[in-house]
């Protein structure tokens, strides 16, 4: 879940990247660029699009296998019993 670093007094932004990174660059950009201060407007946030957690997302890959696994011991049972 990747997050950005914005200053909105500098109209700048961190590349994506782990919150720790995020703020990393925002302890960096406090000390470089506002002498340790802390800017108006700043904040860490979520890249729009992405999912808080990676087991957020919307159709489980879990429930696709079983859907899978259903679909093939159907086929199976229809040719068996089918003939
Ligand atoms: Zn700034």
Do not use: F
Request: hydrophobic residues 35%; charged residues 30%; glycine residues 8%.
């Amino acid at each position: 879940m990747p997050y950005v670093y914005r200053c909105r007094r500098c109209r700048a932004s961190s590349p994506p990247g782990p919150r720790l990174e995020a703020e990393e660059y925002r302890q960096r950009h406090r000390d470089v660029e506002h002498g340790g201060l802390v800017p108006d407007g700043e904040a860490i946030e979520r890249v729009a699009g992405s999912t808080p957690d990676p087991d957020g997302r919307y159709v489980s890959s879990r429930a696709i296998v079983a859907l899978l696994v259903v679909l093939a011991v159907a086929s199976l049972l229809s040719r068996v019993l089918g003939r």
